[in-house]
């Protein structure tokens, strides 16, 4: 139900997020909708008409408490609702042994894979511009990292978007569910560069990743470690 209208969700906590955005769009349509047609009908009902004097009115104590406590109420369900995803999705990663690093900057995304040793920070990382790639089904865990100002990591078909923030490591994950190339847009307004800040998500069959990381020398999972060791071996000197 009305998801032609959002981009194709193809991430494991995506429908969730879609139905809390439908279930908000909803109640704020019937509410714009109840709005408007009041207006109307105090338009016609006390508009100005000859010989018909104004008549002062403090108001209606038990209609003011009662659109005071129904809107509230709808709040604190939404609020309820909403925080046990929020718990999901953001309070915690699931364990993984896929562990990627994005740099945001002035203005381009910098991916960080770790090479044969499996560790960050270290000689034999792999660095890519504006490139994720990483296989379906798979829980992926970003850490995010930005050089001068504030960035917005996100990407609109796995329903994650998350700021990148000087001086903090923040670490999102999400599950792609399908094979593709998906748009990576910085979602915060960054420098005049900002509208060319975009980047691709490929995501991958299994044996396709497999076969990319071992050609990049990329080791993200303790069962490739073996490959990509007889890979580096197999080397000419």
């Known amino acids: 139900m009305l998801r032609w209208w959002l981009p194709e969700d193809v991430s494991t906590y995506g429908v ?34 000859p010989g018909r004097r104004a008549v ?11 659109w005071t406590i129904a809107p509230a109420i709808v709040l604190v369900i939404l609020g309820v609702v909403s925080n046990q995803w929020w718990g999901v999705i953001k309070a915690s990663v699931p364990p993984t042994d896929f562990h990627v690093q994005v740099t945001a900057k002035q203005f381009n995304w910098e991916i960080l894979y770790s090479g044969p040793d499996g560790k960050f920070e270290t000689a034999d990382d792999v660095k890519l511009d504006n490139d994720l790639y990483v296989p379906v089904h798979k829980i992926v865990r970003v850490t995010l990292k930005s050089r ?28 792609a569910t399908k094979t593709g190339k998906y748009e990576m847009p910085c979602a915060e307004l960054c420098g005049f560069g900002h509208s060319g800040m975009k ?19 990329i080791a993200l999972a303790d069962d490739a470690a073996p490959v990509l060791a007889q890979a580096a071996a197999d080397e000419p000197r």
């Open 199 to 217: 980047g691709w998500l490929f995501v991958q069959s299994d044996a396709d990743y497999r076969k990319w990381a071992v050609e990049k020398r």
């Open 148 to 175: 001068d100002v504030i960035h917005s990591f996100f990407l609109p078909n796995l329903r994650l978007k998350q700021d990148a923030v000087p001086g903090r490591d923040i670490d999102v994950w999400f599950e």
């Open 56 to 66: 002062y009115t403090h108001g209606n104590t038990a209609l003011e408490i009662a």
């Open 16 to 49: 969730h997020i879609d139905e809390m955005f439908h279930a908000i769009y909803i109640v704020t349509t019937i509410t714009f909708v109840l709005v408007e047609l009041a207006l109307i009908v105090f338009l016609i009902r006390y508009r100005h008409r």
